[in-house]
């Protein structure tokens, strides 16, 4: 019962999923096929993510419903497909006092490694993720950066087939995002993981995601690859300059173009007709005396399809408006 | 309550640092760092480790410094006094978890000195300035980490600082959550308040911050806005994307000038270039496309980010 | 000034509320309706006499036990429970100056030991019937000093050490228990001690003393004025030596 | 010649069951207890009056060769032998166990709980169940590394020093005794201080609740005999029960006196059925919240 199927087409494959805390609907009758690849998870919080996350690594039961991952049964084979996995959780979930690599190996093992083959795996996922040095120091006196790496090691070390990582990257510093963020892009391109990444951080996703899930209160909102998603050419360009300020920009606006002042100066967004020739920016800031640095054609971006699914203008109109009252 | 209460009545620096060394032991935290603190946002950024929490810590007054003085308007920042005109949003997620919301916010309103109606006036003004009005009633324990840091902030607002020290305050809030405080940063700053945001996001701080604070083994690297920071690094290579339907003509162009270092060609119709001097490089480059009506669709500066000015300030810092 | 105080105040009420509704108080009621069964118990017995309960009851289950386990519960987590739930740093932000901090955190410990102590004595006594009341005016400043001089250890323990709690028990288990029952004078360094030296002599009439010859024989106890003046004087000192070291300490894990 | 022997490398081999994980965790736990210097002190204690036991046994046996009299003034320090001694000295070591145990719940179990391990081991490829055996048989462990393996090298040590091997063949009933003795000390304390580590997960509470449940829970049951003499009340004491029930294996226990071992096994019994009840229900509990 336990032999899964040779090559699952899907991923993930959820059907009419629904899950309650008491009266509470955390996850309202998802349905949801993904395919193998790096996919990217985002939604508010408490929209229901790490419930999807802890329902798709077995931990918890759907109240409703049915899946598989992997081609696993969700509910049935739990285990066998816990095994195949690695989930790095999002809170601090290390045993204080162990070693480093003594954790790693612990984490191996209880995936059903052999005790020496787990300590060689260890050796090689910490080098792997650069934590040699510290690698026979107690965890609990690690950094959040070599937390996090050292989470993502005990999540790798038996070599598992997909990966669910809840915020890799919360905490870490610039260069330990970048790294972070290159290690799984490589894990997931190179080597052939899939990986599920819940993150606020909508940049990590475009770094790392072809595929994205939208979950908003407790339904998916959207689903599929983040370039069919997306919608093209919004006919406006983000155009940055040096030299002359308000000339180049009042000369734009009497071309016929509308502007959007952003809030940097030297910076504006317009809006183009449909035959516009990108040469006519540089015909009028030559005349202004302005030189162009940036003619950037704006897509699309992450957070701009997330706010249009999730129903909010990217540009904020929600901050309540209450402050201090000013008497 | 009057404007006057607020800090723009109050002259010169909001807080200041006078070369201040705090070593802990052998280890050293900062090293003879001055900065002074104005209103408006400051951004701080480091690696880690590079003293940010030490700098934070002795603004706060929970350090000593070993060496120096750090003053917060006008009083030494260990004193009571200069703690009534700090307001800070610690890092670690830690409350008095079986309180709500409100009544944690309340509670330090009291500790702050206030009295119960005072503190509750004050309290329910700075949950509606978090957004947390209506839902701060759940106990702490029950809140998801988004609403846990708002209440941090709302603890942090509640006496009304002229300094507003945040640490890692996006952390675990979603991309809505970010506006919404970022927004309310802007709007502490309007007001002449200081506000000092530690981050490690860099292209938040690329939009929020007045000013930054850079620092890098306990030193302060670079202070100042980041226009003028990068300014710092004109004579850096900078890196340009340019997307042309004619990539092979375009290059061909481009080889023989000598503010272009090197050209890379990449994807379908994508070139990537090192130039040095780029105002020279742009100015050359509009009258080009002028001349010949290539079709650029898209023409990048892909390092004048936060990100990239930061790489810049550390690879220059590990020079000396 | 008036906001200080209003502020200390706040702080006051706010550690004894919440010490009161935290975990420990749950164990400590447990604990004390447990000794209350034990006094009810024995109060059924054919023949009690004051001696007998002291003896056999109030010594080995109140002072022995109970005193220096509601110490340990609200002394040591004054500080230390606030650092190992992170939330001290919420203390040090608020314009109170760091000795008022700790003062005041202080004073609402001793006042939570010095309840729980007198009120769970009382009951005991109460619950014993006659015998008991005649015990309870011997018992009680002895159990009050204890306590006091308990929790002002406590207190400071947590305050310094990272794992304040543990350090507390293992104290207790070493130093008070064990060296505290050892003959000899080793065990003068033990508050065990001293508080027993006030109720051997307090309840001279009674002829209380450690059961058994050669515990008796090697007590070598101090009179009852120089025993109080001992714990007295050691509950002023911790207290400011706490408050000294809780000014100069600067904590930074729970920062 | 590739570079894929550097960097990320797969790995092909067939899971084991998750049995083997319970191993794991044992072996974990008892490294995480013997690493700290804290319960060195309690270890050293019993440690202490072991080396004690085992030397004089060893000077009993060298010496008793020249002087019969040193023998018997050694027997006055219970090195006799027999079963009643080994009883005494298991007894002494599961008193410093049970401290022992006070302070290591919550760095083995409590931690767990206030700390994500929790989350930790239920991530993995085991189930809750795994979980709960794999700690509780480490607490088994600590239980019989303090008490029962120091008497079993008494026991050997005896008998090989005694010059011939009819001391183990005149005392089978000691073996039996130590083993059952123990076996009884190690399920019944590690469900007890699994199930209040679990729900107690702080060290203060932890150690009151657990000192409280021997040493109160003792002092009641003494009482409330005192009062009409009724022995029953005794089976309140769950330290003396272990005790009864321990001597009952060594064939010590007067059959006549109440209670009986009997009755003892069927309060230990119930006591371990309560406990694992509660340690289940725990376990549950964190799953769904974490």
């Known amino acids: 019962m336990s032999s899964a199927p040779t090559s699952p087409a899907a991923l993930v494959e959820l059907t009419q999923l629904s899950h309650f805390y008491g009266k509470f609907q955390a996850l309202k009758n998802v349905s949801l096929t993904v395919a193998p690849g790096a996919i990217g998870l985002i939604g508010q919080n408490g929209a229901g993510k790490s419930t999807l996350l802890k329902i798709l690594l077995g931990l918890l039961n759907p109240s409703s419903g049915r899946g598989t991952v992997l081609g696993f049964d969700l509910v049935r084979q739990r285990h066998e497909l816990r095994g195949r996995i690695g989930f790095m959780p999002e809170a601090e979930s290390l045993i204080p006092g162990m070693r480093g690599v003594d954790l790693v190996a612990l984490a191996g093992e209880l995936s059903g490694m052999p005790r020496r083959q787990a300590l060689r795996r260890a050796h090689e996922v910490l080098s792997y993720l650069e934590l040699d040095e510290v690698r026979y120091r107690q965890c609990d006196g690690y950094s959040v950066g070599m937390k996090q790496r050292l989470k993502l090691a005990a999540a790798l070390v038996h070599d598992p087939q997909l990966l669910l990582l809840d915020e890799p990257t919360a905490g870490l510093d610039p260069q330990g995002r970048d790294a972070m963020l290159r290690l799984l892009h490589a894990i997931a391109s190179r080597h052939g993981k899939s990986l599920i990444l819940s993150t606020h951080l909508l940049g990590d996703i475009d770094r790392v995601c072809e595929q994205v899930i939208i979950v908003d209160r407790g339904s998916i909102l959207g689903c599929g690859r983040i370039g069919e998603l997306r919608q093209h050419s919004l006919g406006r360009y983000r155009l940055r300059w040096r030299g002359d300020d308000s000339g180049f920009a009042q000369a734009l606006t009497e071309s016929g173009l509308t502007i959007q002042t952003t809030p940097r100066a030297g910076e504006v967004v317009v809006e183009v007709p449909a035959d516009w020739k990108t040469v006519r920016f540089f015909e009028i800031a030559a005349r202004h005396s302005a030189i162009l640095s940036d003619v950037v054609p704006e897509e699309e971006d992450l957070p701009r399809l997330y706010h249009r699914l999730i129903g909010t203008d990217s540009r904020l109109a929600s901050t309540p408006a209450t402050g201090y009252p000013k008497s | 309550m009057n404007v006057a209460d607020y800090p723009d009545a109050l002259p010169g620096p909001l807080a200041e640092f006078q070369s201040v060394t705090k070593w802990y032991g052998a280890v050293i935290g900062v090293n003879d760092i001055s900065v002074t603190l104005e209103a408006g946002i400051t951004g701080l950024l480091g690696p880690n480790g590079a003293g940010k929490t030490t700098f934070i810590k002795l603004l706060t007054g929970q350090l000593r410094p070993s060496l120096g003085n750090v003053l917060v308007c006008d009083a030494p920042a260990r004193s009571a006094a200069a703690r009534r005109h700090i307001g800070y949003c610690p890092d670690a997620d830690a409350f008095y978890e079986e309180m709500s919301g409100r009544q944690f916010v309340r509670t330090m309103a009291r500790l702050h000195g206030m009295s119960a109606v005072e503190s509750r006036e004050r309290t329910e003004q700075a949950l509606a300035e978090v957004g947390m009005l209506d839902r701060a009633d759940r106990t702490l324990r029950g809140c998801s980490k988004g609403m846990r840091q708002r209440i941090k902030l709302a603890q942090a607002l509640v006496h009304q600082p002229a300094v507003l020290v945040v640490d890692e305050p996006l952390n675990g809030i979603d991309p809505v959550g970010r506006r919404e405080l970022m927004e309310l940063f802007r709007r502490c700053a309007a007001r002449g308040q200081a506000v000092l945001v530690s981050s490690h996001i860099l292209d938040e701080m690329d939009e929020l911050a007045d000013r930054i604070v850079f620092m890098g083994r306990g030193r302060v690297l670079a202070v100042g806005t980041l226009p003028d920071i990068r300014a710092m690094f004109a004579g850096q290579p900078l890196q340009i994307r340019i997307a042309c339907r004619q990539q092979r003509e375009l290059a061909t162009r481009l080889i023989p000038w000598d503010q272009v270092l090197r050209i890379e060609l990449s994807g379908i119709d994508e070139l990537l270039l090192q130039v040095v001097r780029p105002d020279d490089f742009f100015r050359q480059f509009g009258e080009l496309i002028q001349a010949t009506s290539f079709d650029v669709s898209r023409l990048e500066t892909t390092d004048t980010t936060t990100e990239a000015t930061f790489q810049h300030v550390m690879s220059a810092a590990a020079k000396f | 000034m008036k906001t200080t105080l209003s502020a200390c105040g706040h702080l006051f009420w706010l550690t004894i509320r919440r010490q009161l509704c935290s975990r420990q108080t749950l164990a400590c009621v447990a604990l004390t309706g447990l000794c209350a069964l034990i006094v009810l118990a024995w109060s059924r017995q054919a023949d009690p006499t004051a001696k007998k309960l002291a003896e056999q009851v109030l010594v080995p289950t109140f002072v022995a036990f109970l005193m220096p386990i509601f110490a340990i519960c609200y002394g040591a987590s004054g500080i230390g429970g606030e650092r190992e739930d992170q939330t001290l740093i919420y203390l040090l932000i608020v314009p109170i100056t760091r000795p008022l901090v700790y003062f005041t955190k202080a004073l609402a410990g001793l006042a939570l030991v010095a309840g729980w102590t007198g009120g769970s004595l009382f009951l005991l006594c109460r619950l014993a019937g006659v015998p008991g009341l005649k015990l309870f005016a011997m018992f009680l400043p002895a159990a009050l000093l204890g306590g006091l001089a308990y929790a002002s250890l406590f207190l400071l323990v947590g305050a310094v050490f990272r794992h304040g709690t543990i350090i507390s028990l293992v104290y207790w288990f070493f130093l008070e228990v064990l060296f505290g029952n050892l003959p000899g004078i080793v065990k003068r360094v033990s508050v065990a001690f001293y508080v027993r030296c006030m109720i051997y002599d307090s309840g001279g009439d009674l002829q209380l003393g450690p059961l058994g010859r050669v515990a008796r024989e090697m007590f070598l106890p101090v009179s009852g004025m120089a025993a109080t003046a001992t714990l007295s004087a050691a509950v002023v000192a911790l207290l400011a030596l706490g408050v000294l070291l809780f000014e100069t300490r600067e904590y930074r894990d729970a920062c | ?290």
């Open chain 4, 1 to 290: 010649m590739e570079l894929d022997q550097a960097g990320y490398r797969t790995w092909e081999g067939q899971p084991r069951s998750p049995w083997w994980g319970c191993l794991s965790i044992v072996r974990v736990g008892l490294s995480l207890i013997f690493r700290r210097w804290v319960f060195w002190i309690l270890i050293g204690l019993g440690l202490l009056n072991f080396l004690f036991h085992f030397a004089f046994i060893y000077l009993k046996a060298t010496l008793s060769v020249q002087n019969e009299n040193i023998a018997r003034f050694l027997d006055n320090y219970k090195v006799t032998g027999t079963g009643q001694a080994y009883a005494d000295f298991m007894f002494a070591q599961a008193g410093i166990c049970a401290l022992l145990l006070a302070f290591a719940g919550s760095t083995l179990i409590g931690s767990d709980y206030r700390q994500g391990g929790m989350v930790f081991y239920l991530s993995r490829g085991i189930g809750k169940w795994h979980y709960i055996v794999g700690k509780l048989l480490t607490i088994a462990a600590v239980v019989t590394i303090v008490t029962t393996l120091p008497a079993l090298i008494l026991f050997i040590e005896y008998g090989t020093l005694s010059n011939s091997f009819q001391y183990f063949l005149d005392n089978p009933r000691v073996l039996c005794g130590i083993l059952g003795y123990g076996t009884v000390l190690a399920v019944v304390q590690s469900l007890l201080i699994f199930a209040i580590a679990a729900w107690v997960p702080r060290t203060v509470p932890l150690v009151m609740t657990w000192l409280g449940l021997f040493a109160l829970l003792k002092g009641l049951a003494d009482a409330m005999r005192a009062i009409d003499g009724n022995r029953y009340w005794l089976l309140l004491g769950f330290w003396d029960d272990m005790n009864r029930l321990g001597r009952w294996c060594f064939g010590s226990l007067d059959p006549n006196r109440i209670p009986s071992a009997g009755y003892c096994l069927a309060v230990l019994a119930a006591l371990c059925v309560v406990s694992l009840v509660l340690i289940v229900r725990r376990v549950r509990a964190v799953e769904v919240v974490s």
